[in-house]
């Protein structure tokens, strides 16, 4: 292989700024902003691509494929320990599935491995800390430790089988924390143990309950006896009670809530005074059927593996909202009745359009929606925050039908229902990330993260005024942590071009920004406890992730901390994709996608291979290390024998905005094979690709992507892969689908127009289909279907290739060696 040049041009114009729309009570997303999207190709900077050793393994499908601890076994999770004075990352163990822990700081290379003993001193599962505490905390493997800042030993508070967690600050010297349905206090200084609260779903006992029946009511009228009894136990009772009430050193706070319910989350405020206690029907979510046949066991028998349900099968889910009084022992429901747009019917049109292809007449309704706490899926953070001040506390709803989000307040001494501080409404749905939100530290001020403009920005409220848009532009702003001053805010976004992502800072007050780094790639960060570092995660188009760390002072440069890519993967001379940007014939805003081109100077028509990512939400054409990792390698196989690939960010991709994620709602797999469209039309126009030897694959999202291209544009590809893949939604889980298809129950309309298996009868090329058969994920079931569909569709050029002991993401490296080289001779043969 031919070493490449690359080069990188940097974007010097910034982006036009995004539109802002705030209101208090009801904000919607809007169209994107008019921007002159940068379409400038980007490449790798040979300075930053891999150094190249002398080439010492050979590039073969074989070496792909095998286990990816040949690569190096790069750093993971990256933190600071608790007291913050070590850098720290989880390294897998060459050979196994362990991962060690590892302390590393400058100049100290890959650090060294911590010893077992030392684990619960570097490492948490939770941890607090905050500058008006004289103390850290945290819980390593349930128990609960504390530290006194600046100096002293780590101090063991638990020690019991117990698991503990929702761990927070109590009162003043204290810290408090969950095991099971019960809240605990210790102090930190003294060691005082307390049980704060308990709740039960349960009836509350009762000494003496009145008779149930008849003969009951006739044995307390003719027995003596009965009625001393029942007398005795309510004495017993009020004497209990009354020790409850008088006297302090007695745990009295014990709820019983409906005995119908279940758990959904708990929090306690720092004062100790209330707690919120929010439960859901306690019913089954999936079936007797609902399993998954396991064919390769230990004993040779056959296991039924139990599995979620599907979406097909969803019912409605209502959270209910408790506060707890632990002053008086009281407790109440909170309503959602004063949320504006509660019993809003948002699905009045699509309700309407799918009754009238029924021959129905559909009336719109204004019945209370079903709503909940929303649990974001990438951001950690809880959906119940109070203050510091003990009295306010914030909670993050949703709907059920995924079309608003409220960030609701509460206090908690003088209130009885919510207060709106934001709504978001959006006609698709709802994104399930950028929901992150907090308190500033020294005032009753929220912040949150929204997609209102178009562009998931930072916002901060105060609880009684307007809210205030500190960032905007098209770009994305994640990941963001308030400094402890409440003067700035650091965050992860995509500023200057939609594959890059570097870390910034931002005065809250002023909205003035600054770049912290200038890495030009994909990079993560954690603050420093004491805010003077960052601790870095920084990859490129062909460097896996490795650490760096930031001194937070002026004019300071990254420094990188490990060195752990082998010296076998650095030998290799690795095509770098270039990030392009394709015009779309749909949209203003161009198709960002890789493109891998052969490096030879043949004049000769080429063959292509259009890899489709999977998930759907999620970027790729990026410039730093993919998770697609084998694939990037087996696409610089494909360009060494002349193949060009292309790898598009197609609409519904991570990266680029509401828009373009929201482009697919109620029709998966039209706006993406309109993008592939375009996609093939540009590598045929400008990279010298035969229209007639083009062929796609991809997983998961991927496969179904490659379903719906050979099914509905047969001559768009002359062949096509589809692994671990989709062929009706109907069968997939409930978060995911029922956001972009709404319910089968509510939708079918959008199911049958996003299924594969209802347009079988549009292939007509060559189909290769790769199902492993314990996929939790996505059920070996929808690859069976579609077979016997195209069976009875009497189809010929079809094959399926299982994988016995494979989930959704294969693990066996000959697995991964079969299913390419599957896909290979796939593409061998009809391109």
């Given at each position: 292989m031919n070493k490449t040049k690359l080069s990188m041009t940097l974007i010097a114009a910034a982006f036009v700024s995004g539109c802002v729309a705030t209101a208090a009570d009801s904000n919607t997303v809007s169209a994107s902003p008019s921007s002159n999207f940068n379409t400038t190709t980007m490449t790798q900077q040979t300075a930053n691509a891999a150094p190249q050793q002398a080439q010492s393994v050979e590039l073969t499908m074989e070496q792909i494929m095998s286990d990816p601890d040949w690569l190096g076994r790069q750093p993971q999770d990256a933190f600071f320990s608790p007291d913050g004075k070590s850098m720290m990352y989880y390294r897998k163990r060459e050979g196994s599935v362990i991962r060690d822990l590892y302390a590393?700081?400058?100049?100290?290379?890959?650090?060294?491995?911590?010893?077992?003993?030392?684990?619960?001193?570097?490492?948490?599962?939770?941890?607090?800390?905050?500058?008006?505490?004289?103390?850290?905390?945290?819980?390593?493997?349930?128990?609960?430790?504390?530290?006194?800042?600046g100096a002293g030993a780590t101090i063991q508070l638990t020690?019991?089988?117990?698991?503990?967690?929702?761990?927070?600050?109590?009162?003043?010297t204290g810290i408090s924390y969950q095991v099971g349905n019960a809240f605990y206090a210790i102090d930190v200084k003294t060691g005082r143990y307390q049980q704060l609260l308990s709740?039960?779903?349960?009836?509350?006992?009762?000494?003496?309950?009145?008779?149930?029946?008849?003969?009951?009511?006739?044995?307390?009228?003719?027995?003596?006896?009965?009625?001393?009894?029942?007398?005795?136990?309510?004495?017993?009772?009020?004497?209990?009670?009354?020790?409850?009430?008088?006297?302090?050193?007695?745990m009295s706070s014990e709820f019983y809530l409906d005995k119908n319910y279940q758990n959904v989350l708990a929090s306690i405020s720092p004062s100790g005074n209330h707690a919120i206690v929010v439960t859901r029907d306690n019913v089954e979510t999936r079936s007797d059927t609902d399993i998954m046949p396991d064919y390769i066991e230990e004993d040779g028998r056959i296991a039924a593996k139990p599995v979620r349900q599907r979406v097909a099968d969803a019912k409605p889910v209502n959270h209910y909202v408790y506060l707890l009084d632990l002053q008086n022992g009281t407790q109440r429901k909170i309503s959602y009745v004063n949320l504006p747009g509660y019993n809003e019917d948002v699905l009045e049109d699509v309700k309407r359009e799918n009754a009238e292809r029924r021959g129905e007449t559909y009336t719109a309704n204004r019945l209370p929606r079903d709503i909940g706490l929303l649990f974001d899926w990438y951001n950690t953070g809880m959906p119940i925050r109070w203050h510091d001040n003990g009295t306010d506390v914030a909670l993050m709803l949703e709907?059920?039908?995924?079309?608003?989000?409220?960030?609701?307040?509460?206090?908690?001494?003088?209130?009885?229902?919510?207060?709106?501080?934001?709504?978001?409404?959006?006609?698709?749905?709802?994104?399930y990330r950028f929901n992150q939100f907090g308190w500033l530290e020294d005032s009753e001020t929220l912040y949150y993260l929204s997609e209102e403009s178009g562009y998931a920005h930072l916002y901060v409220k105060p609880l009684e005024g307007e809210a205030r848009q500190i960032t905007s532009g098209t770009y994305l702003v994640d990941n963001v942590r308030i400094s402890g001053d409440d003067n700035h805010a650091y965050y992860k976004a995509n500023k200057k071009h939609p594959g890059i992502y570097e870390i910034y800072?931002?005065?809250?007050?002023?909205?003035?920004?600054?770049?912290?780094?200038?890495?030009?790639?994909?990079?993560?960060?954690?603050?420093?406890?004491?805010?003077?570092?960052?601790?870095?995660?920084?990859?490129?188009?062909?460097?896996?992730?490795?650490?760096?760390?930031?001194?937070l002072t002026a004019d300071a440069q990254a420094q990188k901390l490990s060195s752990t890519v082998s010296d076998a993967y650095l030998s290799i001379d690795w095509q770098a994709p270039s990030i392009v940007a394709i015009p779309s014939s749909h949209t203003e805003q161009p198709i960002y996608s890789r493109v891998y081109l052969p490096t030879d100077n043949s004049t000769e028509k080429r063959r292509a291979v259009v890899f489709n990512h999977g998930a759907g939400y999620l970027q790729n054409a990026h410039m730093g290390w993919s998770g697609y990792f084998r694939e990037y390698m087996y696409h610089n196989l494909l360009v060494s024998q002349g193949y060009v690939v292309l790898d598009m960010d197609f609409r519904a991709s991570a990266g680029y905005g509401r828009d373009w994620r929201t482009a697919i709602y109620r029709q998966m797999g039209t706006p993406e094979i309109?993008?592939?469209?375009?996609?093939?039309?540009?590598?045929?126009?400008?990279?010298?690709?035969?229209?007639?030897?083009?062929?796609?694959?991809?997983?998961?999202?991927?496969?179904?992507?490659?379903?719906?291209?050979?099914?509905?544009?047969?001559?768009?590809?002359?062949?096509?892969?589809?692994?671990?893949?989709?062929?009706?939604?109907a069968h997939y889980n409930t978060p995911y689908t029922s956001n972009i298809l709404n319910t089968p129950d509510v939708d079918p309309i959008a199911y049958e127009r996003s299924s594969p298996i209802y347009f079988a009868e549009g292939l007509n090329k060559p189909l290769l289909m790769n199902a492993p058969m314990v996929d939790d994920n996505v059920f070996f079931v929808?690859?069976?279907?579609?077979?016997?569909?195209?069976?009875?569709?009497?189809?010929?050029?079809?094959?399926?290739?299982?994988?016995?002991?494979?989930?959704?993401?294969?693990?066996?490296?000959?697995?991964w060696l079969d299913e390419y080289r599957r896909i290979h001779k796939l593409f061998e043969t009809h391109l």
């Open positions: 590393t700081g400058i100049g100290q290379g890959n650090g060294d491995k911590v010893p077992l003993a030392s684990l619960h001193e570097m490492s948490f599962d939770e941890k607090i800390d905050d500058k008006d505490h004289d103390f850290i905390a945290w819980i390593y493997e349930g128990d609960v430790f504390a530290k006194m800042r020690r019991d089988a117990a698991i503990a967690r929702n761990l927070s600050y109590f009162q003043e709740w039960a779903f349960a009836d509350k006992p009762q000494a003496v309950k009145p008779p149930k029946d008849y003969i009951a009511q006739e044995q307390l009228k003719l027995i003596q006896y009965e009625n001393v009894q029942r007398k005795n136990r309510q004495d017993t009772e009020d004497m209990r009670n009354a020790i409850k009430s008088a006297n302090a050193a007695v709907a059920w039908d995924n079309k608003d989000r409220w960030l609701v307040t509460l206090d908690v001494a003088e209130d009885t229902s919510f207060t709106t501080q934001h709504r978001l409404h959006d006609d698709a749905w709802i994104n800072r931002t005065n809250l007050t002023t909205g003035e920004s600054v770049a912290l780094t200038n890495l030009n790639g994909m990079t993560d960060f954690v603050v420093s406890p004491n805010e003077d570092a960052l601790l870095l995660t920084h990859s490129k188009l062909t460097m896996p992730p490795e650490l760096y760390t930031l001194e309109q993008d592939l469209k375009d996609g093939v039309d540009w590598i045929v126009e400008n990279a010298n690709v035969d229209r007639g030897r083009i062929g796609t694959y991809g997983g998961s999202y991927g496969g179904f992507l490659t379903f719906m291209a050979l099914f509905n544009e047969p001559e768009l590809f002359q062949a096509g892969a589809a692994l671990r893949p989709v062929s009706d939604w929808d690859v069976v279907r579609l077979v016997q569909r195209l069976i009875e569709l009497e189809k010929e050029d079809f094959e399926t290739a299982i994988y016995p002991v494979e989930p959704h993401g294969f693990v066996q490296p000959s697995s």
